[in-house]
């Protein structure tokens, strides 16, 4: 529709999770009409995520360090784990400040469709830190959609061998949505009633 690197623009930008077309558009014309240094300052901290920014070696967890701050915190309690899709929900159950326990990430659900299987996914991590035998209890606290209903009911069997108490976060979370945008209360009541699976 646009000549040339706009377009480019354009379609970069609707390559991105919530942006449709209208929106790449509107966002690649705000930085059209942006002062040059704005622009600049927005490419070099883009640039210096991708170079900087890396995983938990534990958790999976976004992180500058080796570990997390997560990871790294004594006062944290190894008896619980909590399963999450993406580092994203770890930020959401933070919020609430209840949960004292270590998180882990498995980067993504299960969905055949889209050619995500469990060898895709951080299980065979999560499966080596319960082998230590310090976690008495793991919280799959999934995104509550098929993917993450598939992904939980495959984790829930694949830990129903161990001695090891597997819980889900209650209702109050609504079908087909994303834990990050829960609000604090409604998440907060799904952590504290979540039930044994």
Known sequence: MYEGIVQDLIDQLGKLPGIGPKSAQRIAFHLLDADEDSVRT?????????????????????????LCRICSDPRRSDSVICVVEESKDIVAIERIREFKGRYHVLGGAIDPIGGV??????????????????????ILALDPNVEGEAT????????????ITVTRLASGLPVGGDLDYADELTLGRAFL???SV
Do not use: H, Q, W
Not at 47 to 57: G, L
């Open 117 to 138: 299987g469990p060898n895709d996914l951080r299980i065979a991590e999560l499966m080596k830190r319960l082998g230590s035998g310090e976690t008495e209890e793991v």
């Open 193 to 195: 009633g979540r039930r």
């Open 42 to 66: 927005l490419a070099d901290v883009l640039i210096r995520v991708k170079d900087t920014v890396r995983f938990c070696e534990v958790c999976g967890n976004v992180s500058a360090e080796t």
């Open 152 to 163: 939980s009911s495959y984790l829930s069997r694949l830990l129903g061998s161990m001695d």
